[in-house]
C-alpha cells in the first residue's frame, strides 16, 4: 500500500495536499478543487479517492456530489506539516 | 485606522523589494547608466530622509566619498538632500552636481499625488542632458506602474483567493445538505460540515419546541467523545438559549451559538472548542451564519417533506381503513405485513425510496377491491368465472385510485402486478420471471401469506407455519424461488414473528371478548 510519502511525489496529489493543508476549513468538490489546483476535474477526482483512502482526506458522499475534506487526524496533519516543509 | 497604516507599510516595503528585483529597472539603469558613465544607482525607501539615511545609502558605495574628509562628505550629502527635497517639493527629476564635478539626479517614485521614495543615480562621469532625463523619468515611471499593478493584482489574489475559496466551501456544503430531506440524516450531516468548516470539537444542533420554550436536543457531534450529552436548553439560557431569544449569534472564546432564522427563529447551532485552542473569529461568526442560513432552508424542507409525508401515509391508511370495513369477519394485521415487506427490501438492500414505494404499497395492494361487489368479496363458496373476472380487475382499479397522487407513482407498477405469478400464470398480463418487477414480486409473496392467515368467508385461515409451507411449496411457480428464501429468512427472525403473533393474539382476544 501507498504511503502518503509515495503519493507526495506525484505532482497532482502533492498541490491537492498542499491546498487542503494550507486551507484546513475547505470542503470541495471535484471541480472546485480542479480550479484551485488547475488540474483536469477527471485525474483530480481519481486523486482525491485516493487520498480518502490514506485518511488524508474525508468524502462527505451525498446523492448528488461528494464533497472533501481535510483530515482531523493531528497526527496526519502534523506529518503532513512536517513533509510539506 | 492602525491596521490601515501597517497594511500601508507592508505595501511601501513589498513595492520596493519588487523595484530592486525588477528586471526591467536593472536593464534601464545598465542602459542609462552605459550612456551617462554612473556607477551608483540608488533606491530610498524614506520619503523625508535625514542625512544619517543618505550616508547610509550612499557612502559605502560611492568611492569619492569613502576618500574625502567628513567636512567634504557632509557638504556633498548636503546637496544630495537638497535635490531629494526639489524632487519631492515639485513632484519631478532634479539634477545635481558633486563637490567632486560630478553629476547625479533624483527621481520621485510616485503613485498619484503620493509619494514613495526616490531613484536617484550619482557618480556620473558625463553631463546629462535634459531630454534624456525626462526620457528616464517616463520610462521608470511606467517600470513603477508596472510593478505598482503586479503588486495590486498579487494583492488582489491574496484577498480573493481565500474568499472564493469559502465561498466554494459554503456552496458544496449547500449542495451536500440539500440532497437529503430525512431529518434524521440531515441535522447530523450539517453538524459534521460545521465541524469540519470551523475545525471545532464539539456540534449541537437544537430545534425549538412547539411551545417556543424550550431548545431539543436534535443531533449533537462531539469528536473528542464517542457518546455526547443531549441536553435541553430553556430559550434564553446559556449561549444556544441567548441565540435564539435575541435572534443574532452569541459568541465567546470558546463557543458560537448561530440561530436558525427563517421567518421565525426555529432552532440554533451551537459550535464549541477549536481544534487548535484558539477562540472564535467574526469571520468565523460570518461564515456560521451563512451555513446556518443554508441549513434552515433544507432543515424547513425536510420538515414540510416529513409533514407530507405523514399527510400521505394518513391518506392511505384511511384508505386501507375503508377497505378492512368491506371484508366483514376479516382482519389484516397491516403493521406486520409492513414489517415483513420492509424486512425483504431491506435484505435486497433496496434504498429508502424503493423501501418507502414497498411500504405503501403493503398498506394499499388490494385497494381496488372496492370495485368488487360486496357480494363476490363476501361469498362464502366458490367464484364464477364473471365473478373471478371481476376479481382479477382489482389491480387495475387500484391503480386507477392511486394514480392521481404524485406521490403515489411508484407504487402503481407494484399494485398493478402484484397478483403475476412466477412462472407466467397469474394476472393481469401474464408476465413472467424478471418481467414482473421485484417489488411486485416481493408484494406477492407477501400477499399470498397475508391472505392465507386472514379467515376469508369462504375459508378458516391457515396458522403461521402452515402458510409459510405454503408458500415455500409454491417457490418457482407462483413466486419467485430466490425471493422466497429471502421471505423464509425474514419468517426466521424473532422479532418479526413475534410482531405477528402479537398482532394475531390481541385480535383473537378482542374477537373472543
Given at each position: 500500500m501507498?504511503?502518503?510519502?509515495d503519493?507526495?511525489?506525484?505532482?497532482?496529489?502533492?498541490k491537492?495536499?498542499?491546498?487542503?493543508?494550507?486551507?484546513q476549513?475547505s470542503i470541495?468538490?471535484?471541480?472546485?478543487?480542479a480550479?484551485?489546483?488547475?488540474?483536469?476535474?477527471?485525474?483530480?477526482k481519481?486523486?482525491?479517492?485516493?487520498?480518502?483512502?490514506?485518511?488524508?482526506?474525508?468524502?462527505?458522499?451525498?446523492t448528488?456530489?461528494?464533497?472533501?475534506?481535510?483530515?482531523?487526524?493531528?497526527?496526519?496533519?502534523?506529518?503532513?506539516?512536517?513533509?510539506?516543509? | 485606522?492602525?491596521?490601515?497604516?501597517i497594511?500601508?507599510?507592508a505595501?511601501?516595503?513589498?513595492?520596493f523589494?519588487?523595484?530592486?528585483?525588477?528586471?526591467?529597472?536593472?536593464?534601464e539603469e545598465?542602459c542609462f547608466?552605459?550612456?551617462?558613465?554612473?556607477?551608483?544607482?540608488?533606491l530610498?525607501?524614506?520619503?523625508k530622509?535625514?542625512?544619517?539615511?543618505?550616508?547610509?545609502?550612499i557612502?559605502?558605495?560611492?568611492?569619492?566619498l569613502?576618500?574625502?574628509?567628513?567636512?567634504?562628505?557632509s557638504k556633498?550629502?548636503?546637496?544630495?538632500?537638497?535635490a531629494?527635497?526639489?524632487a519631492?517639493?515639485n513632484?519631478?527629476i532634479?539634477?545635481?552636481s558633486?563637490?567632486?564635478?560630478?553629476?547625479g539626479?533624483?527621481?520621485p517614485?510616485?503613485?498619484?499625488?503620493?509619494?514613495?521614495g526616490?531613484?536617484?543615480?550619482?557618480y556620473?562621469?558625463?553631463?546629462?542632458?535634459?531630454?534624456?532625463l525626462?526620457?528616464?523619468?517616463s520610462y521608470?515611471?511606467?517600470i513603477?506602474t508596472?510593478v505598482?499593478?503586479e503588486?495590486?493584482?498579487?494583492?488582489?489574489?491574496?484577498t480573493?483567493?481565500p474568499?472564493?475559496?469559502?465561498?466554494?466551501?459554503v456552496h458544496?456544503?449547500?449542495?451536500?445538505?440539500?440532497?437529503?430531506?430525512?431529518?434524521?440524516?440531515?441535522?447530523?450531516?450539517?453538524?459534521?460540515?460545521?465541524?469540519?468548516?470551523?475545525?471545532?470539537?464539539?456540534?449541537?444542533?437544537?430545534?425549538?419546541?412547539?411551545?417556543k420554550?424550550v431548545?431539543?436536543p436534535?443531533?449533537?457531534?462531539?469528536?473528542?467523545?464517542?457518546?455526547?450529552?443531549?441536553?435541553?436548553?430553556k430559550v434564553?439560557k446559556?449561549?444556544?438559549?441567548k441565540?435564539?431569544?435575541?435572534g443574532r449569534p452569541?459568541?465567546?472564546?470558546?463557543?458560537l451559538?448561530?440561530?436558525?432564522?427563517?421567518?421565525?427563529?426555529i432552532?440554533?447551532?451551537?459550535?464549541?472548542?477549536?481544534?487548535?485552542?484558539k477562540p472564535f473569529?467574526?469571520?468565523d461568526?460570518?461564515?456560521m451564519s451563512?451555513l446556518a442560513?443554508?441549513?434552515?432552508i433544507?432543515?424547513?424542507?425536510?420538515?414540510l417533506?416529513?409533514?407530507?409525508e405523514k399527510?400521505?401515509?394518513?391518506?392511505?391508511?384511511?384508505?386501507?381503513?375503508v377497505?378492512?370495513?368491506r371484508?366483514?369477519?376479516?382482519y389484516?394485521?397491516?403493521a406486520?405485513?409492513?414489517?415483513?415487506?420492509?424486512?425483504?427490501?431491506?435484505d435486497?438492500?433496496?434504498d429508502?425510496?424503493t423501501?418507502?414505494?414497498?411500504?405503501?404499497?403493503?398498506?394499499?395492494?388490494?385497494?381496488?377491491e372496492?370495485?368488487v361487489p360486496d357480494?363476490?368479496?363476501?361469498?362464502?363458496?366458490?367464484?364464477?368465472g364473471?365473478?373471478?373476472?371481476?376479481?382479477?380487475?382489482h389491480?387495475?382499479?387500484?391503480?386507477?385510485?392511486?394514480?392521481?397522487?404524485?406521490?403515489?407513482?411508484?407504487?402503481?407498477?407494484?399494485i398493478?402486478?402484484?397478483h403475476?405469478?412466477?412462472?407466467?400464470?397469474?394476472?393481469?398480463?401474464?408476465?413472467?420471471?424478471?418481467r414482473?418487477p421485484?417489488?411486485?414480486?416481493?408484494?406477492?409473496?407477501v400477499?399470498?401469506?397475508?391472505?392465507?392467515?386472514?379467515?376469508?368467508?369462504y375459508r378458516?385461515?391457515k396458522n403461521?407455519?402452515?402458510a409459510?409451507?405454503?408458500?415455500?411449496?409454491?417457490a418457482?411457480?407462483q413466486?419467485?424461488?430466490?425471493?422466497?428464501?429471502?421471505?423464509l429468512?425474514?419468517?426466521r427472525?424473532?422479532?418479526?414473528?413475534?410482531?405477528?403473533?402479537?398482532?394475531?393474539?390481541?385480535?383473537?382476544?378482542e374477537?373472543?371478548a
Amino acid at each position: 500500500m501507498k504511503t502518503i510519502q509515495d503519493f507526495m511525489k506525484s505532482a497532482i496529489h502533492l498541490k491537492i495536499i498542499k491546498f487542503y493543508h494550507e486551507n484546513q476549513a475547505s470542503i470541495d468538490t471535484p471541480r472546485g478543487i480542479a480550479t484551485w489546483v488547475n488540474e483536469e476535474r477527471a485525474v483530480v477526482k481519481n486523486a482525491l479517492e485516493d487520498l480518502v483512502k490514506l485518511k488524508v482526506l474525508v468524502a462527505h458522499r451525498s446523492t448528488s456530489t461528494t464533497g472533501y475534506s481535510y483530515t482531523r487526524d493531528k497526527k496526519i496533519v502534523a506529518r503532513i506539516g512536517r513533509l510539506l516543509t | 485606522m492602525e491596521e490601515e497604516k501597517i497594511n500601508s507599510h507592508a505595501y511601501h516595503q513589498e513595492l520596493f523589494n519588487r523595484l530592486r528585483k525588477s528586471v526591467n529597472l536593472q536593464k534601464e539603469e545598465e542602459c542609462f547608466g552605459c550612456y551617462i558613465k554612473s556607477t551608483l544607482w540608488w533606491l530610498l525607501e524614506k520619503t523625508k530622509p535625514k542625512i544619517p539615511d543618505l550616508k547610509k545609502l550612499i557612502s559605502n558605495s560611492c568611492s569619492c566619498l569613502k576618500n574625502r574628509v567628513s567636512k567634504r562628505r557632509s557638504k556633498c550629502l548636503g546637496i544630495l538632500a537638497d535635490a531629494i527635497n526639489k524632487a519631492a517639493a515639485n513632484r519631478t527629476i532634479v539634477k545635481f552636481s558633486c563637490p567632486e564635478g560630478l553629476n547625479g539626479f533624483v527621481h520621485p517614485i510616485m503613485q498619484g499625488d503620493k509619494l514613495y521614495g526616490y531613484i536617484g543615480s550619482c557618480y556620473t562621469g558625463r553631463e546629462i542632458p535634459s531630454e534624456l532625463l525626462d526620457i528616464f523619468a517616463s520610462y521608470t515611471n511606467t517600470i513603477v506602474t508596472e510593478v505598482q499593478k503586479e503588486l495590486e493584482l498579487s494583492k488582489l489574489y491574496e484577498t480573493l483567493r481565500p474568499r472564493a475559496i469559502a465561498l466554494s466551501t459554503v456552496h458544496t456544503v449547500h449542495r451536500l445538505i440539500g440532497s437529503t430531506l430525512n431529518l434524521n440524516e440531515l441535522l447530523p450531516r450539517i453538524a459534521r460540515l460545521s465541524l469540519q468548516i470551523m475545525r471545532a470539537n464539539r456540534c449541537s444542533i437544537k430545534l425549538i419546541d412547539a411551545k417556543k420554550k424550550v431548545l431539543l436536543p436534535k443531533a449533537t457531534i462531539d469528536l473528542r467523545q464517542k457518546k455526547a450529552r443531549l441536553k435541553k436548553v430553556k430559550v434564553g439560557k446559556h449561549a444556544p438559549g441567548k441565540a435564539v431569544k435575541l435572534g443574532r449569534p452569541i459568541r465567546g472564546a470558546d463557543y458560537l451559538a448561530t440561530p436558525l432564522i427563517d421567518e421565525d427563529v426555529i432552532g440554533v447551532i451551537t459550535i464549541y472548542d477549536k481544534v487548535d485552542g484558539k477562540p472564535f473569529t467574526a469571520f468565523d461568526q460570518e461564515i456560521m451564519s451563512t451555513l446556518a442560513e443554508q441549513a434552515v432552508i433544507a432543515i424547513k424542507n425536510a420538515q414540510l417533506y416529513k409533514e407530507q409525508e405523514k399527510l400521505t401515509v394518513g391518506s392511505i391508511k384511511s384508505l386501507a381503513a375503508v377497505l378492512d370495513r368491506r371484508k366483514p369477519g376479516t382482519y389484516v394485521p397491516r403493521a406486520s405485513f409492513v414489517r415483513i415487506t420492509l424486512a425483504m427490501g431491506q435484505d435486497l438492500h433496496m434504498d429508502s425510496d424503493t423501501l418507502k414505494s414497498l411500504e405503501y404499497a403493503s398498506i394499499l395492494h388490494d385497494a381496488g377491491e372496492i370495485v368488487v361487489p360486496d357480494e363476490v368479496l363476501t361469498k362464502p363458496s366458490k367464484l364464477t368465472g364473471k365473478e373471478y373476472d371481476m376479481v382479477k380487475e382489482h389491480p387495475a382499479a387500484g391503480v386507477e385510485i392511486i394514480k392521481h397522487i404524485k406521490a403515489l407513482k411508484s407504487v402503481i407498477p407494484i399494485i398493478l402486478y402484484h397478483h403475476e405469478n412466477y412462472d407466467g400464470t397469474g394476472y393481469p398480463k401474464g408476465l413472467k420471471k424478471d418481467r414482473i418487477p421485484l417489488s411486485a414480486r416481493i408484494m406477492a409473496i407477501v400477499s399470498a401469506f397475508e391472505a392465507m392467515i386472514t379467515n376469508r368467508p369462504y375459508r378458516v385461515s391457515k396458522n403461521i407455519n402452515e402458510a409459510i409451507s405454503e408458500i415455500a411449496k409454491n417457490a418457482g411457480t407462483q413466486f419467485d424461488p430466490k425471493l422466497v428464501d429471502v421471505f423464509l429468512k425474514v419468517m426466521r427472525r424473532k422479532d418479526i414473528r413475534q410482531v405477528l403473533e402479537n398482532e394475531l393474539r390481541a385480535r383473537s382476544a378482542e374477537d373472543a371478548a
